[in-house]
């Protein structure tokens, strides 16, 4: 605090009084503090803050819930309850934390959302533990702010109470006044002025008066009577009664004249003044604009050949990537066609091991001797069976034969011989 100036040991007293008002905007009283049974966040006094030096009496007269502390174990669970209530309302899934939850995971939970929130987190996560100070209010109104966000909630200028104007009399504007009337005004007013005041109005009706009463009369010669010694006893005597007050109207255009070359000089006055500030500014400006074009130069002219040493080592950095590119192109494609012959070698090695495979092994050998035993078998069996169709074949030839022969016999035998049957 003593780093950043003499006012930031009071900047947390500020940011518990921003953070109290967003709360009562999204309605904490009726959705945190009547669910979890517990007392609002006070605006008590409370003592100046710790380690501020020099401050002034009552200085700690607006002390809030998490800017002092009161009672450490409390107000950390009055902080990790609103951050989660907070982080939900916020439109982000945050469970809500329990009093026999460990301290260290539920803070590193509240600052990776918070982070996640965008917004940055430049202190140690010890510094949230005690449940108050100048992190823990930050860290709340971080939250605050984003759950207004996320329920659509804009600030709007302050819309103030018109004051109602008393209704101003009425003036007539006969361009002739009547006596009787002027002197009932006069007359209202020396009675309703009880220190006695002289106003202007009512000189200014008298004269008027004086005047209308005394038109008829011949313009004459005035002359004296009066004793100055007795005129200037009476003067002292009045003197202290003679207090003039103007009664001022703001819709008079003459004050507002007068306000406005009032203004009109001012300006004027603190032109002047603030002229030759400007002038003087403006000469230093333009010195110093020179000063630094000069030593430009000076520094340009003096890294001329650095430049040019830089510009000629970026050219050839240029062409040493060209070359790189080249040969990389280069070396991929043999790469490739390294790929495509090593998968050509292995299809070969391994057609060559499955006919070594295949001549070493005499499965194959036993298999063609058995195949032509079989063959030898199912041979002779077929020449028995042709053998023995052949014989069928040729004893019903034979038959048949025999049968020929006999009909053929039987056709010549003689009738005589068929008669004697």
């Not at 518990?16 to 517990?38: G, I, P, Q, T, W």
Request: a negative charge; hydrophobic letters at 35%; aromatic letters at 6%.
């Amino acid at each position: 605090a003593a780093e950043r100036g003499p006012g930031a040991a009071y900047h947390m007293f500020v940011l518990m009084e921003e953070l109290l008002d967003k709360l009562k905007l999204l309605s904490y009283e009726e959705e945190v503090l009547r669910r979890h049974n517990m007392r609002p966040l006070s605006r008590c006094p409370s003592p100046a803050p710790p380690g501020a030096r020099g401050a002034p009496e009552g200085a700690g007269a607006t002390g809030h819930y998490f800017a002092l502390p009161t009672n450490p174990g409390e107000q950390f669970f009055m902080f990790c309850t609103l951050a989660a209530w907070l982080i939900t309302k916020a439109g982000r899934s945050f469970e809500q934390p329990q009093e026999y939850d460990d301290p260290n995971a539920t803070i590193s939970n509240v600052l990776s959302e918070l982070r996640l929130f965008g917004r940055p987190v430049d202190f140690p996560p010890s510094k949230l533990k005690a449940g108050y100070g100048e992190q823990a209010c930050y860290v709340l109104d971080c939250l605050a702010e984003e759950a207004l966000k996320n329920t659509g909630f804009s600030w709007k200028r302050p819309v103030y109470p018109t004051e109602e104007r008393e209704e101003e009399e009425i003036t007539e504007d006969d361009a002739e006044l009547m006596l009787d009337k002027l002197e009932e005004d006069v007359v209202e007013e020396e009675s309703d002025n009880e220190e006695n005041f002289i106003d202007l109005n009512v000189l200014k009706a008298q004269t008027y008066r004086s005047d209308l009463s005394e038109s008829a009369k011949q313009e004459e010669i005035l002359q004296s009577t009066t004793d100055a010694a007795e005129w200037n006893l009476e003067v002292e005597r009045v003197l202290p009664q003679l207090k003039v007050t103007v009664k001022t109207d703001n819709k008079d255009w003459r004050i507002h004249l007068d306000q406005m070359h009032q203004h009109q000089d001012g300006i004027e006055s603190s032109l002047k003044e603030t002229r030759g500030y400007l002038d003087k500014l403006h000469h230093e400006i333009s010195r110093t604009m020179e000063k630094i074009n000069s030593r430009e130069k000076y520094i340009n002219s003096e890294l001329e050949h650095f430049i040019q040493e830089y510009r000629s080592a970026q050219a050839l950095l240029s062409e040493a990537k060209e070359k790189y590119e080249e040969g990389s192109g280069g070396v991929t494609q043999r790469i490739k066609m390294l790929s495509e012959i090593t998968e050509l070698l292995e299809r070969v090695k391994q057609e060559t091991e499955e006919r070594g495979n295949s001549m070493t092994d005499g499965a194959p050998l036993v298999k063609i001797k058995q195949a032509l035993t079989k063959l030898k078998q199912e041979t002779i069996q077929m020449d028995i069976q042709i053998g023995v169709i052949e014989h069928t074949l040729l004893q019903s030839k034979l038959a048949e034969k025999s049968n020929m022969t006999r009909d053929m016999h039987a056709a010549m035998i003689p009738e005589a011989t068929v008669g004697a049957y």
